[in-house]
Each structure stands twice: as structure tokens, then as C-alpha cells.
């Protein structure tokens, strides 16, 4: 496949923004490739009901 | 091939936090391949040993393939930079999380990788507590 890109102009006011979070990417610039990857565990065996392990009131 | 990148003009960046493994790069450069690997114990107290996790090796999440998609297809790309600047007036962030960038600047590959293992530990059953609240 061949593509022709022209870029003609690029003029952004003001980018506000709350979070970039985990595995994530704000480019003000050219780049070739981008792979971002993120892998989040939540399990249900990873919610444990258990005791105090040190007294709360000493 | 290396096609000619374009300059980045921002007037002013306000970053109010950074968190591990995030980055603020201002200028070019080549690659970014940031990695991170995060376990995070919430309780229902905030009573913490701090010796929580010993070894991450023994999840398999911080050691498991993450596929990526096959490239297969042959693309030849054309660009024409008409007007070489990225103009930005202003850039106002929060927080940039772990395994995370803020890029000013071009590059040529970016790969990022986060792996997130997430643990909630209650003192007492919070599904046993739904129970004697609901009015059947």
C-alpha cells in the first residue's frame, strides 16, 4: 500500500488534561510507532477478608 | 526509512506531578520504552508492614508475554511537511501516571508496558455487610 500524508499546519490553543495515566502517551511530535501495553489484575481471589495485623489501639 | 520529523513549538508546560517511571521529555530522541511494574495493597485501615510483597517474581503477571499485534502489512508512506512546526499554546496536566510520557518532541518508536496487581484486603466482609443493609 502506498499513502501520501501532507501535513499543512498544526496550531493547538491550549491542551488541558486531568491524567495521563499508566501506559499512556501525549507526543507533541512525529514519532514511527507506538505500542503501549498494560496488563491490570484484579482477581477475585484478590479480595481478602482478614483480621487486623497489629492492634489498631496500642 | 526516517521520515523528516517536524519541530515542536509549546510556549509553556505546567506538570503538577509525576508519578514512577513517568516521564517529561522535552527535545527529540530516539526511542521510549518505559516499564513498570506496580503491586498495590488497599486495606480498609491504612496499616501497612511494608513488607507486603518480597518477591514480585512469584505472580505471573510481571513475567507473562504481552502479545503485540503483527505488522504484517507493507505500507510505503509519502509524508510532506508543509509547515514544520507543531504549534501549542499551552500545556496544563494534572499527573502523569507510572510507565507514562509527555512527549515534546519527536521520536521513532514508542513502546510502553505497564503491569498493575491490584489487592483489597477488608477486616471484616464487605459483601456480608451489603447484606444486613438491604431491606430484604
Known amino acids: ?58 | 526509512m526516517i521520515i523528516p520529523s517536524r519541530a515542536s513549538l509549546v510556549n509553556w508546560i505546567r506538570v503538577a506531578s509525576i508519578d514512577l517511571a513517568g516521564t517529561v521529555q522535552i527535545g527529540d530522541s530516539n526511542q521510549i520504552t518505559p516499564e513498570a511494574q506496580v503491586y498495590a495493597v488497599q486495606r480498609e485501615l491504612p496499616i501497612f508492614n511494608g513488607d507486603e510483597a518480597k518477591d514480585l517474581s512469584e505472580f505471573p503477571i510481571y513475567s507473562q508475554e504481552i502479545p503485540l499485534p503483527p505488522i504484517t502489512e507493507c505500507v510505503e508512506q509519502i509524508t510532506i511537511q508543509e509547515n514544520p512546526v507543531i504549534k501549542v499554546g499551552g500545556i496544563d496536566i494534572i499527573g502523569v501516571a507510572a510507565s507514562s510520557v509527555l512527549h515534546v518532541g519527536s521520536t521513532q518508536r514508542i513502546q510502553l508496558e505497564s503491569r498493575v496487581k491490584n489487592i483489597r484486603e477488608f477486616f471484616s466482609d464487605p459483601n456480608e455487610d451489603k447484606s444486613n443493609i438491604s431491606p430484604d
Open chain 1, 1 to 58: 500500500m502506498k499513502y501520501t500524508v501532507i501535513n499543512r499546519g498544526l496550531s493547538v490553543g491550549q491542551l488541558s488534561i486531568m491524567a495521563v495515566a499508566s501506559s499512556s502517551v501525549v507526543l507533541i511530535g512525529d514519532t514511527q510507532t507506538v505500542a503501549c501495553s498494560s496488563i491490570f489484575d484484579t482477581p477475585p481471589e484478590s479480595l481478602i477478608v482478614t483480621r487486623p495485623f497489629v492492634p489498631i489501639t496500642t
